[in-house]
């Protein structure tokens, strides 16, 4: 069974600062791996999904990475605005099937001016 | 372009009480999902529905039926609303996979109290 674990928690950085959020998973049998924005009593917004043939996926400042081997994910966010401030999620398919996206709890992001 | 659309945003409920959770898309996705969101247990898949007419469970599907009306609609009911229900309820859709697994869009979600 897929599980999806994302540390930290929470991170609390100054703008301008470049950073990295990590995700791992347990079944390096993937068939991908998606990074999402959530603001605050908003839905999930997609921000890059990298197929389980890829390495990496860019958009704008956001670059995520997929090592398979080893189980991980990280999303690095490229000099940082408060606009960034949002909890991120990422996720992955499992239990049997592509349909199941199994997630991870979160990061909590919070860039200060 | 809606998107994913969620009705009603918020709602109290006591318990025992039944209601349906409205979820629409505007995308022609064959695939859509309900989806859970609790403090410290991250987002639990309900019931997804593959295509018009399939419906299956997914991780927590006890207390809830869904309904899948047509290709644009998909409907999640509480028979019996308890506390434990108590959650933001969000619906999301999916493009078919063409070569690459497409991602899939998420609506607002619905806030549900039940007393």
């Known amino acids: 069974k897929q599980e999806v674990t994302q540390i930290p928690a929470a991170l609390s950085v100054p703008e301008g600062e470049n950073l990295v959020l990590n995700c791992s998973f347990t079944?390096?049998?993937?068939?991908?791996l998606q990074w999402f924005r959530q603001d605050p009593g908003k839905g999930l917004t997609s921000l890059l999904l990298i197929q389980s043939s890829q390495r990496e996926q860019t958009s704008g400042r956001l670059n995520a990475s997929l090592d398979k081997s080893s189980g991980r994910s990280t999303l690095y966010i490229a000099a940082s605005q408060p606009g960034d401030s949002a909890t991120y999620l990422c996720?992955?398919?499992?239990?049997?099937?592509?349909?199941?996206?199994?997630f991870g709890k979160g990061t909590k992001l919070t860039v200060n001016p | 372009n809606a998107g994913v659309t969620q009705t009603p945003k918020f709602q109290v409920l006591k318990t025992g009480q039944s209601m349906t959770l409205q979820c629409a898309q505007d995308?022609?996705?064959?695939?859509m999902y309900w989806y859970r969101q609790d403090p410290g247990m991250g987002l639990r898949l309900i019931y997804y529905?593959?295509?018009?007419?399939?419906?299956d469970k997914g991780e927590v599907p006890n207390g809830y039926n869904v309904s899948r009306l047509n290709k644009r609609e998909f409907s999640l009911r509480l028979e019996s609303a308890a506390p434990s229900q108590t959650s933001v309820y969000f619906c999301a859709s999916r493009a078919p996979m063409v070569r690459v697994y497409q991602p899939q869009h998420f609506g607002d979600g619905t806030r549900l109290s039940i007393l």
């Open positions: 996720a992955s398919p499992g239990g049997g099937g592509s349909e199941k996206l199994v």
């Open positions: 529905s593959a295509s018009e007419g399939t419906t």
């Open positions: 995308m022609n996705h064959n695939s």
């Open positions: 079944d390096s049998a993937i068939y991908n």
